[in-house]
């Protein structure tokens, strides 16, 4: 009876300590990989929006951009008309 009873306790020990590395594996292994895999993501899609952004308005034309209930068009400066650059004389 004595022996069934160190097998048992044996058991649950070596399970916890199987629990416990795949907890601490997660946390220093296997965290920091999938978080590092997903900023990366982040970062890619947000390069490719602006890429998008910037080649749509290359092409002059308007580009519009929507956050909430504000909606902004853009263009590149490329495309405007000289005449808008072109500033009154100031009197002095």
């Known amino acids: 009876m004595q022996r069934n009873k ?3 306790v044996m058991g649950i020990l070596i399970l916890l300590i199987v ?3 795949g907890i601490v ?3 220093y292994v296997l965290k920091p990989v999938v978080n590092g895999y ?3 993501a982040q970062n890619q899609g947000v390069e490719f929006a602006v890429v998008s952004i910037m080649q749509q308005a290359s092409s002059c034309q308007q580009v519009p951009l929507t956050f909430g ?3 902004m ?3 590149a400066v490329g495309c405007l008309p000289p005449e808008l650059f072109q500033q009154p004389p ?3």
Do not use: A, K
């Open 69 to 71: 209930d504000q909606t």
């Open 38 to 40: 997903t900023i990366s």
């Open 25 to 27: 594996s997660y946390v």
């Open 90 to 92: 100031t009197e002095l």
């Open 6 to 8: 160190t097998v048992w």
């Open 73 to 75: 068009n853009i263009i």
């Open 19 to 21: 629990i416990l590395v």
